[in-house]
Protein backbone atom coordinates (compact mmCIF):
# COMPACT_ATOMS: atom_id res chain seq x y z
CA UNK A 1 0.00 0.00 0.00
CA UNK A 2 1.20 3.65 -0.81
CA UNK A 3 1.84 5.09 2.31
CA UNK A 4 0.74 8.82 3.79
CA UNK A 5 2.94 11.50 6.11
CA UNK A 6 1.19 13.46 8.55
CA UNK A 7 2.66 15.56 11.36
CA UNK A 8 1.74 13.95 14.70
CA UNK A 9 0.25 16.78 16.20
CA UNK A 10 -1.12 20.30 15.59
CA UNK A 11 -2.73 23.23 17.60
CA UNK A 12 -5.62 25.40 16.66
CA UNK A 13 -7.72 27.71 18.42
CA UNK A 14 -11.80 26.94 18.32
CA UNK A 15 -13.60 29.48 15.27
CA UNK A 16 -10.46 29.46 13.30
CA UNK A 17 -9.84 27.49 10.05
CA UNK A 18 -7.42 24.29 10.21
CA UNK A 19 -5.98 22.80 7.64
CA UNK A 20 -4.30 19.09 7.89
CA UNK A 21 -1.71 18.06 5.38
CA UNK A 22 -0.51 15.12 4.53
CA UNK A 23 2.03 13.81 1.78
CA UNK A 24 1.42 10.91 -0.33
CA UNK A 25 4.25 10.85 -2.67
CA UNK A 26 3.91 7.36 -3.49
CA UNK A 27 0.01 7.48 -4.80
CA UNK A 28 -1.50 5.75 -7.70
CA UNK A 29 -3.44 6.73 -10.23
CA UNK A 30 -5.98 4.41 -8.72
CA UNK A 31 -6.03 5.31 -4.80
CA UNK A 32 -8.61 7.23 -3.56
CA UNK A 33 -7.61 9.59 -0.96
CA UNK A 34 -9.50 9.22 2.71
CA UNK A 35 -9.90 10.92 5.48
CA UNK A 36 -11.53 9.39 9.40
CA UNK A 37 -11.12 11.36 12.42
CA UNK A 38 -11.04 9.33 15.99
CA UNK A 39 -12.72 10.74 19.06
CA UNK A 40 -11.82 9.86 22.39
CA UNK A 41 -13.12 6.55 23.32
CA UNK A 42 -15.10 6.18 19.97
CA UNK A 43 -14.51 4.65 16.54
CA UNK A 44 -13.11 6.29 13.72
CA UNK A 45 -15.34 8.32 11.64
CA UNK A 46 -15.44 8.82 7.95
CA UNK A 47 -14.77 12.56 7.36
CA UNK A 48 -14.58 12.86 3.30
CA UNK A 49 -12.48 10.93 0.26
CA UNK A 50 -11.76 11.92 -2.66
CA UNK A 51 -9.48 11.21 -6.17
CA UNK A 52 -8.70 13.88 -8.41
CA UNK A 53 -10.90 16.75 -7.78
CA UNK A 54 -11.57 19.14 -4.59
CA UNK A 55 -14.41 17.68 -2.42
CA UNK A 56 -16.97 19.61 -0.12
CA UNK A 57 -19.36 17.97 2.60
CA UNK A 58 -20.98 19.49 5.95
CA UNK A 59 -18.09 18.50 7.42
CA UNK A 60 -14.95 19.31 5.56
CA UNK A 61 -13.13 20.36 2.88
CA UNK A 62 -10.63 17.91 0.87
CA UNK A 63 -7.92 19.94 -1.73
CA UNK A 64 -6.11 17.75 -3.52
CA UNK A 65 -2.96 18.82 -5.55
CA UNK A 66 -2.47 18.91 -9.07
CA UNK A 67 0.15 16.21 -9.00
CA UNK A 68 -1.79 13.98 -6.44
CA UNK A 69 0.86 13.80 -4.36
CA UNK A 70 -0.53 16.19 -0.98
CA UNK A 71 -3.67 16.75 0.00
CA UNK A 72 -5.17 19.10 2.91
CA UNK A 73 -8.07 18.65 5.03
CA UNK A 74 -9.62 21.52 5.87
CA UNK A 75 -11.99 22.54 8.99
CA UNK A 76 -13.72 26.04 8.34
CA UNK A 77 -14.37 26.73 11.57
CA UNK A 78 -12.61 24.61 14.04
CA UNK A 79 -15.01 23.51 17.35
CA UNK A 80 -13.58 21.88 20.58
CA UNK A 81 -15.23 18.79 19.06
CA UNK A 82 -13.41 18.85 16.51
CA UNK A 83 -10.40 17.53 18.94
CA UNK A 84 -9.83 14.28 17.46
CA UNK A 85 -6.82 12.45 16.33
CA UNK A 86 -7.18 12.79 12.28
CA UNK A 87 -6.14 9.85 9.71
CA UNK A 88 -5.43 10.33 6.00
CA UNK A 89 -5.02 6.99 4.24
CA UNK A 90 -5.12 5.89 0.46
CA UNK A 91 -7.34 3.29 -0.98
CA UNK A 92 -6.85 1.52 -4.10
CA UNK A 93 -9.76 -0.36 -5.62
CA UNK A 94 -8.07 -2.35 -8.18
CA UNK A 95 -6.27 -4.31 -5.15
CA UNK A 96 -8.58 -7.39 -5.34
CA UNK A 97 -9.56 -7.07 -1.24
CA UNK A 98 -9.18 -3.37 -0.57
CA UNK A 99 -8.48 -2.51 2.97
CA UNK A 100 -7.57 0.75 4.80
CA UNK A 101 -4.44 0.63 6.71
CA UNK A 102 -4.20 3.05 9.18
CA UNK A 103 -1.04 5.58 10.44
CA UNK A 104 -0.07 7.05 13.74
CA UNK A 105 -2.44 10.14 11.97
CA UNK A 106 -2.44 14.07 13.25
CA UNK A 107 -3.60 14.83 16.38
CA UNK A 108 -5.49 17.81 16.71
CA UNK A 109 -5.69 20.39 19.93
CA UNK A 110 -8.20 23.10 19.79
CA UNK A 111 -8.38 25.67 22.45
CA UNK A 112 -10.99 27.50 23.46
CA UNK B 1 -30.55 5.54 10.92
CA UNK B 2 -29.33 2.34 12.64
CA UNK B 3 -25.04 2.31 12.63
CA UNK B 4 -22.70 -0.39 13.12
CA UNK B 5 -23.24 -1.83 15.82
CA UNK B 6 -20.83 -3.83 18.39
CA UNK B 7 -21.80 -5.84 21.36
CA UNK B 8 -20.70 -6.31 24.26
CA UNK B 9 -19.29 -2.57 25.05
CA UNK B 10 -17.40 -4.52 27.37
CA UNK B 11 -15.51 -7.77 28.03
CA UNK B 12 -13.64 -8.84 30.91
CA UNK B 13 -12.43 -11.94 30.90
CA UNK B 14 -9.37 -14.72 32.48
CA UNK B 15 -6.93 -15.61 30.71
CA UNK B 16 -7.29 -18.97 28.51
CA UNK B 17 -10.97 -18.44 28.47
CA UNK B 18 -12.76 -17.84 25.03
CA UNK B 19 -14.36 -15.07 24.06
CA UNK B 20 -16.96 -14.11 20.81
CA UNK B 21 -17.50 -10.24 20.38
CA UNK B 22 -20.29 -8.97 17.86
CA UNK B 23 -20.98 -6.91 14.74
CA UNK B 24 -24.24 -5.85 13.59
CA UNK B 25 -23.13 -3.86 9.72
CA UNK B 26 -25.13 -1.24 8.29
CA UNK B 27 -27.62 -2.72 6.16
CA UNK B 28 -26.87 -3.55 2.71
CA UNK B 29 -23.25 -2.84 3.60
CA UNK B 30 -21.67 -6.03 1.31
CA UNK B 31 -17.76 -5.75 3.08
CA UNK B 32 -17.11 -5.82 6.86
CA UNK B 33 -14.05 -5.29 8.35
CA UNK B 34 -12.72 -5.94 11.74
CA UNK B 35 -9.72 -3.75 13.74
CA UNK B 36 -8.13 -4.03 16.91
CA UNK B 37 -6.52 -0.77 19.04
CA UNK B 38 -4.20 -1.32 21.34
CA UNK B 39 -4.11 1.37 24.07
CA UNK B 40 -2.58 4.22 22.90
CA UNK B 41 -1.54 2.92 19.58
CA UNK B 42 -3.27 2.42 15.88
CA UNK B 43 -5.30 0.71 14.08
CA UNK B 44 -4.35 -2.70 13.18
CA UNK B 45 -6.04 -5.07 10.70
CA UNK B 46 -7.11 -8.28 11.29
CA UNK B 47 -10.04 -9.54 8.97
CA UNK B 48 -12.26 -8.23 5.46
CA UNK B 49 -15.15 -9.94 4.35
CA UNK B 50 -16.34 -8.55 0.85
CA UNK B 51 -19.83 -10.63 0.06
CA UNK B 52 -19.55 -13.98 -0.84
CA UNK B 53 -15.97 -14.16 -1.64
CA UNK B 54 -13.76 -15.75 0.55
CA UNK B 55 -12.43 -13.34 3.74
CA UNK B 56 -8.90 -11.48 3.55
CA UNK B 57 -7.52 -13.15 6.65
CA UNK B 58 -3.83 -11.70 6.19
CA UNK B 59 -4.42 -9.76 9.74
CA UNK B 60 -5.59 -12.15 11.93
CA UNK B 61 -2.58 -12.54 14.68
CA UNK B 62 -2.29 -15.97 15.51
CA UNK B 63 -4.50 -19.10 14.97
CA UNK B 64 -6.62 -18.23 18.00
CA UNK B 65 -8.32 -16.19 15.75
CA UNK B 66 -11.16 -16.51 13.79
CA UNK B 67 -14.27 -14.28 12.60
CA UNK B 68 -17.40 -15.66 10.82
CA UNK B 69 -19.94 -13.84 8.70
CA UNK B 70 -23.15 -15.16 8.51
CA UNK B 71 -25.87 -14.95 5.60
CA UNK B 72 -23.86 -11.79 4.41
CA UNK B 73 -25.03 -10.09 7.57
CA UNK B 74 -24.07 -9.93 11.04
CA UNK B 75 -20.38 -11.17 12.11
CA UNK B 76 -18.38 -12.97 14.90
CA UNK B 77 -15.03 -13.04 16.08
CA UNK B 78 -13.96 -15.17 18.21
CA UNK B 79 -11.00 -15.18 20.30
CA UNK B 80 -9.85 -18.89 21.51
CA UNK B 81 -7.23 -19.17 24.90
CA UNK B 82 -7.02 -15.67 25.46
CA UNK B 83 -3.60 -14.06 26.20
CA UNK B 84 -3.26 -10.83 28.62
CA UNK B 85 -1.61 -9.05 25.09
CA UNK B 86 -5.10 -9.71 23.27
CA UNK B 87 -6.64 -6.77 25.79
CA UNK B 88 -7.54 -4.15 23.05
CA UNK B 89 -10.52 -2.37 21.66
CA UNK B 90 -12.12 -4.37 18.87
CA UNK B 91 -13.78 -2.33 15.82
CA UNK B 92 -16.17 -3.51 13.27
CA UNK B 93 -16.74 -1.39 10.03
CA UNK B 94 -18.71 -1.78 6.99
CA UNK B 95 -19.49 -0.50 3.92
CA UNK B 96 -21.17 -0.41 0.80
CA UNK B 97 -18.83 -1.58 -1.85
CA UNK B 98 -14.78 -2.17 -1.68
CA UNK B 99 -14.17 0.56 -4.41
CA UNK B 100 -13.73 4.11 -2.81
CA UNK B 101 -16.33 3.50 -0.36
CA UNK B 102 -16.35 4.97 3.24
CA UNK B 103 -16.34 2.96 6.18
CA UNK B 104 -18.82 3.18 8.90
CA UNK B 105 -17.17 2.03 12.69
CA UNK B 106 -19.08 1.03 15.41
CA UNK B 107 -18.13 2.12 18.74
CA UNK B 108 -15.83 -1.21 19.40
CA UNK B 109 -15.67 -4.16 22.14
CA UNK B 110 -12.96 -3.11 24.90
CA UNK B 111 -11.98 -6.54 25.66
CA UNK B 112 -9.64 -7.10 28.84
CA UNK B 113 -8.23 -10.39 29.42
CA UNK B 114 -6.88 -10.24 33.01
Known amino acids: DAKTTQPNSMESNEEEPVHLPCNHS???????IHWYRQLPSQGPEYVIHGLTSNVNNRMASLAIAEDRKSSTLILHRATLRDAAVYYC?????????????FGKGTMLLVSP | GAGVSQSPSNKVTEKGKDVELRCDPI?????LYWYRQSLGQGLEFLIY????????KSGLPSDRFSAERTGGSVSTLTIQRTQQEDSAVYLCASSFRSDGGALHFGNGTRLTVT
Open chain 1, 26 to 32: TISGTDY
Open chain 2, 49 to 56: FQGNSAPD
Open chain 1, 89 to 101: ILRDPTSGYSTLT
Open chain 2, 27 to 31: SGHTA
